[in-house]
């Protein structure tokens, strides 16, 4: 385990840890994270997959745990900078130190959503999206659709402009956010054209320009994420990807819980092999 020092166009430090096999198989795995989890949760699976042979790479977004700056009130981070700079920076050292490798990506949750904003994305054989979908809050069950306008309507914004920057951690929903990645979740949650609309304010779009396979997983204890909306984001921002679906059980997990995260626990990592298994049967 090995960590990198990298630095996004916007001059922003961006810190990403290198996993590396004893006996590489030339085969190169990078994990773009969830909205305001931390690289440590990707840690295990990471090192799952370097014992496979893998290379493989974690790292923070800017804002967001080896990459917070002191002073997250000034920090302009946003998602859409996220998937153009961030993700972008990780591509171009992979693309000079790697050129050779096969390239596989695991997007989970925002993690696949800010594909179509690097148009590099291009370079990965497969993709695997995990707890990822078109998150417009009008396909949530009734419960989860109450919370989601309450709390993305009126708390989110609110505490924002209190503190001058999301403070997640105090709602149970990760790591405190900069003020504009705040206002792009929001927008991915009350947009009916949620991951569409952030691209739309980009001014491009390389999301249909994306032919390869995807293995779409999707846990069955997971609140806050609907058939629905799985397919509408395959279908209406990813037309072009391949798609196979597939639910995780909670009974295929030892603790009985998957979730919207813990699918990366080190004890989940019997499910682990559902990955492993797509990105062989991409050869």
Do not use: C
């Not at 630095?7 to 290198?18: D, F, G, M, W």
């Not at 799952?48 to 917070?68: E, R």
């Not at 609110?158 to 405190?176: D, I, N, V, W």
């Not at 080190?266 to 797509?278: A, G, M």
Request: glycine residues 6%; without cysteine.
């Amino acid at each position: 385990m090995k960590e990198l020092k990298l630095k996004n166009n916007l001059s922003q430090p961006i810190v990403a840890t290198l996993f590396e096999p004893k006996i590489s198989n030339g085969k190169l795995i990078l994990i773009n994270s969830a909205t305001g989890v931390k690289q440590q949760i990707y840690f295990k699976i990471a090192q799952f997959f370097s014992k496979k042979g893998f290379t493989v790479f974690t790292y923070d977004y800017s804002g967001i745990g080896l990459s917070k700056p002191k002073n997250l009130k000034n920090h302009n981070s946003s998602m859409r900078t996220w998937g153009k700079e961030d993700f972008t920076t990780l591509t171009d050292f992979i693309k000079n130190n790697y050129p050779d490798f096969e390239k596989y990506l695991i997007g989970h949750s925002v993690g696949a959503l800010i594909l179509g904003m690097n148009e590099d994305s291009k370079l990965f054989k497969s993709f695997v999206f995990i707890s990822t979908q078109k998150a417009f809050v009008g396909h949530l069950k009734l419960k989860i659709k109450i919370l989601g306008y309450l709390g993305f309507g009126i708390i989110q914004p609110l505490s924002t402009k209190l503190f001058g920057y999301f403070p997640a951690h105090r709602f149970g929903l990760g790591e405190s956010l900069p003020k504009n990645v705040a206002k792009d979740w929001r927008t991915l949650i009350l947009n009916k054209k949620s991951t569409n609309a952030l691209l739309e304010k980009m001014g491009f779009n390389f999301s249909s320009d994306l032919h390869q396979k995807v293995l779409v997983l999707r846990a069955e204890d997971d609140a806050w994420l609907t058939e629905k909306g799985v397919k509408s984001l395959l279908n209406e921002t990813f037309p072009n990807l391949k798609p196979t679906y597939k639910i995780l059980k909670t009974s295929d997990s030892p603790k009985v819980e998957v979730g919207h995260i813990n699918f990366f626990r080190s004890y989940n990592e019997p499910l682990w092999t559902v990955i492993s298994d797509e990105f062989s049967r991409a050869d």
